[in-house]
Nanobody, 117 residues
Framework: QVQLVESGGGLVQPGGSLRLSCAASGISFGIYTLGWYRQAPGKQRDLVAHITSGGSTNYADSVKGRFTISRDNAKNTVYLQMNTLKPEDTAVYFC???????????WGQGTQVTVSS
């Protein structure tokens, strides 16, 4: 049984920081591309960042220079360090694990991030 469990969300003031974690089980973690997505109320779910099995990263333009994605294959965990948070970063953040051949795609349950004074 595959599980992705996010943690680390919460309420933070503008300019603050949060670190999200996503612990995976039931998959060969090291071969998966891992991603963080977010979904604000009434909006679609958008990619925030992803990291490949080889460690290559990609970020949405809106978070470049502020967010950092990383992975620890020994702990089966992916992280999202979020700095200089803005109110527009408020959303539910979802962890994703994806492998192409054969195709498999898994989601966590999401964690709420609220940036407000």
């Amino acid at each position: 049984q595959v599980q992705l469990v996010e943690s680390g969300g919460g309420l933070v003031q503008p300019g603050g920081s949060l670190r999200l974690s996503c612990a995976a089980s039931g998959i060969s973690f090291g071969i998966y591309t891992l991603g963080w997505y977010r979904q604000a109320p009434g909006k679609q779910r958008d990619l925030v960042a992803h990291i490949t099995s080889g460690g290559s990263t990609n970020y949405a333009d809106s978070v470049k220079g502020r967010f950092t994605i990383s992975r620890d294959n020994a702990k089966n965990t992916v992280y999202l360090q979020m700095n200089t948070l803005k109110p527009e970063d408020t959303a539910v953040y979802f962890c994703n694990a994806r492998y192409v051949h054969p195709y498999s795609n898994y989601w966590g349950q999401g964690t709420q991030v609220t940036v407000s004074s």
